[in-house]
């Protein structure tokens, strides 16, 4: 018989927790190190870790401005080797971006082969591309071996890394930062580092300056791409004093002019991050759907330089109205979110306003200034005792050296004489004879001196802290003269405009205008056939339907029209005519593109017009006059009109005033004829009926069974008229069936027409 297997004791320390409280501890763990180790970058290098640890490793290969290029996957491999254990990918995904010089304002990374392009082609495999270091990058990099910052050891102990960058520029304004962490997210633009350091200057002079005085000198971001930042002043200054806003960048544009009145359009500059073959597309799409009736074509015609041609359909075309529809159609104009959440110098999530992270620049770089100065006296007090030694040396050359050759221990009899230390006398001892001829006697004089004055320097600035806030002024005003505006690099790209003026565009510029005929069948399948269709309008036409289904209505309009339905439920809605399905097949449900509930159906279809009014009735025989522009609103639930009670619902609408000609209805006029479905027929003043924008209405007739059939407004002058089976009947003998509002009515006249709504038959 098999015996069954024991499971081995577990070892080690077993600890009971409940299962919320063990997630929620890892969870937390895994948002820290998110936020701390991936997304967020420093307030002090902007850098996040990969990319510090790229430049660390490019900087330990020796990949200066200077030198040659070395493969990409060389730096990739020992980034991922030493430094950073994750995907080689990701880890060249950051470096390209470092290279591009349309992803990044002062490209860290020079590089060499296919680092991708703004139209959003990916970068060529590692193997293929090369890559050095740029002055940037070595100017984010000064100081590093100088005791400036801290480093700790590599995630296996066996290299260490820097903790931070000394950055003697402020790269995180100047190249901005993007990225999600969990719970938070950044996105810092770029800026101009000439901008950057006369504000820098400016607050070391006036350290509470305000946020406002600083946008005097720092005027917005500077995109890589260009473009133009269209906001106003006052909003640019609120999102820069509370770290958190949105900036709205356009794309820069031209007109180029040519023979007898035609011009194109020329885009020279589209906004940062939009992909420039993925916004040529869209534009196309837009132009086949005939949702830009102003534009002819579109062209790219870019080399180097971003040159996008938009021909207009004729030369009477605004060019301003043109673009306006673009601006507001395609990513030619974005909106910059604005928020500058970076860790503190204490690793702590913050958002920080501009002169926050300004000032925090500062304070770095007095940390800096302070340790490298510390740093550069020690080497001077070790380098001054050598120096000592030497003169003592060179003052006593006979007897150094018959201690040195008498003696089988020359150095303590070195130290003791002449009152040596020990670096001292082993300094003596390992000088070469060719040192000891008098120029370098002299050359040794001058060297102490020198240093001895730099020492005495040290010691004053480390002691005065204006004179580091002096030499850090020194050192932006370097900074800016190597990368300022009067440099090809740091010239100001984002052109700086006012808030955008509001352009008026009509309606229908927003489509292309034709005829349609809109066609709505009983079972509620609606659909947009081309053209102007009389056929269509009788119900006479071909026009086939789903099994089951028939034609219940249609209207004349234009493309660009405004299709209003009332609802048996009380409610107006509204659809842009260029939404509805083309005439192919059989259209689209009514009930996909409005929230109609199931058991309602469509009353009635027109065209919107803002000076159209409606009388609505209820199968009640509750009705009220209602004007169109009260009832329009272009949302899926539509607007409520006409209140209904438990059981009751819409049967009529019907226009008051003249309605689009070709429409549905027909002429209207100033009484109101209602008949009920007891066949009994009022007619009474319309000055009767109330207008009202909502509610239940009044009582128009009164039934004692059944309720409202069918209701219109007329003429009484011109006569009564509706559809029979020998066509249009029309009675101008009418006074024994007027009366007043909220009668019962009377039969009809000899020959009315017998069906269910005989006035809208």
Not at 69 to 89: E, S
Request: charged residues 30%; contains cysteine.
């Amino acid at each position: 018989m098999a015996r069954t297997p024991v499971s081995p004791k577990p070892t080690g320390e077993i600890r009971q927790a409940p299962l919320a409280d063990a997630l929620g501890e890892r969870y937390l763990a895994y948002a820290l190190s998110t936020i701390v180790s991936r997304s967020l970058p420093d307030v002090r290098d902007g850098l996040k870790p990969v990319h510090r640890r790229l430049m660390y490793a490019m900087r330990q290969l020796k990949l200066d401005p200077n030198t040659g290029f070395k493969k990409c996957a060389r730096v990739v491999g020992d980034v991922m080797g030493k430094y950073h254990p994750h995907g080689d990918q990701s880890i060249y995904d950051a470096m390209v971006r470092l290279a591009q010089d349309f992803a990044v304002r002062y490209p860290l990374v020079e590089g060499q082969g296919n680092f991708g392009n703004i139209d959003g082609d990916n970068a060529a495999a590692m193997r293929y591309t090369e890559a050095r270091l740029t002055p940037f990058a070595m100017q984010l990099m000064d100081g590093l071996d100088e005791d400036a910052i801290d480093f700790r050891a590599t995630y296996d102990g066996e290299e260490s890394e820097p903790i931070v960058m000394p950055s003697a520029v402020p790269n995180l304004l100047a190249n901005g930062s993007s990225g999600i962490a969990v719970g938070m997210a950044t996105n810092i633009p770029p800026h101009n580092v000439g901008e950057l350091c006369d504000a820098l200057l400016h607050l070391i002079k006036t350290p509470k300056a305000h946020v406002s005085t600083l946008l005097d000198f720092v005027q917005g971001p500077d995109f890589p791409t260009g473009g133009v930042l269209t906001e106003s002043r006052e909003t640019i200054r609120d999102a820069y004093a509370t770290g958190r806003g949105s900036l709205r960048v356009r794309a820069k544009w031209k007109t180029e002019k040519y023979e007898r009145g035609q011009f194109n359009l020329i885009i020279t500059e589209i906004p940062y991050q939009v992909q420039k073959a993925k916004l040529i597309e869209r534009i196309a799409e837009l132009l086949n759907d005939k949702k830009l009736p102003y534009l002819a074509d579109i062209r790219d015609e870019s080399t180097e330089d971003v040159r996008i041609v938009l021909e207009p359909k004729s030369r009477t075309v605004d060019p301003e109205q043109l673009m306006e529809q673009l601006f507001r159609q395609t990513e030619l104009e974005v909106r910059f979110g604005l928020n500058m959440n970076v860790l503190d110098a204490d690793g702590t999530p913050k958002v920080m306003g501009l002169r926050e992270l300004l000032q925090a620049f500062l304070d770095h770089r007095q940390i800096v200034l302070v340790r490298r100065s510390k740093h550069r006296l020690e080497k001077i007090k070790n380098r001054l005792e050598l120096l000592e030694g030497y003169l003592i040396c060179y003052l006593n050359l006979d007897k150094v050296i018959k201690i040195i050759r008498t003696e089988d221990e020359p150095k303590p009899k070195l130290m003791k004489a002449f009152g040596l230390t020990d670096n001292q006398a082993e300094a003596i001892l390992n000088m070469r004879l060719r040192s000891l001829r008098k120029l370098e006697e002299m050359e040794i004089k001058g060297e102490h001196k020198e240093l001895s004055d730099e020492k005495k320097l040290l010691n004053s600035l480390l002691k005065d802290e204006k004179q580091q806030w002096k030499a850090i002024s020194d050192q932006v005003k370097a900074i800016k003269e190597q990368f300022g505006q009067k440099t090809p690099l740091g010239k100001r790209r984002t052109e700086l405009g006012a808030a955008p003026t509001a352009v008026i565009i009509p309606i229908d510029a927003l489509v292309e205008k034709e005829p349609i005929t809109v066609v709505l069948s009983a079972k509620g399948w609606i659909r947009a056939m081309k053209g102007h269709r009389d056929d269509v309008m009788s119900g006479e036409s071909d026009v086939k339907f789903k099994e089951g289904d028939a034609f219940q209505a249609a209207v004349k309009a234009q493309s660009t029209d405004k299709i209003m339905l009332f609802g048996s439920d009380g409610r107006f809605y509204a659809i842009g005519a260029d939404k509805l399905p083309q005439g192919r097949g059989f259209g689209e449900p009514i009930r996909l593109m409005i929230e109609l509930p199931n058991d309602a159906n469509i009353v009635s279809i027109f065209v919107f017009n803002r000076e159209q009014k409606f009388l609505v009735v209820s199968n009640e025989g509750r009705g009220f006059v209602v004007p169109a522009e009260q009832v329009f609103a272009q949302t899926k639930n539509g607007k409520q009109a006409l209140n209904l009670g438990e059981g009751e619902k819409a049967v009529v609408c019907t226009p008051v005033q003249p309605s689009i000609p070709g429409g549905l209805f027909g002429a209207a006029g100033d009484h109101v004829a209602i008949i009920g479905e007891n066949r009994k027929l009022l007619i009474f003043p319309l000055a009767e009926v109330p207008e009202m924008n909502r509610g239940r209405g009044v009582i128009l007739q009164r039934y004692k069974d059944g309720g409202c059939a069918d209701a219109k407004v007329f003429t009484l002058k011109a006569g009564l008229s509706w559809m029979s089976g020998n066509g249009e009947r029309v009675e101008t003998a009418l006074k024994e069936w007027i009366g007043q509002r909220a009668q019962a009515g009377r039969l009809p006249m000899k020959g009315f027409s017998r069906e269910d709504q005989p006035f809208s038959s």
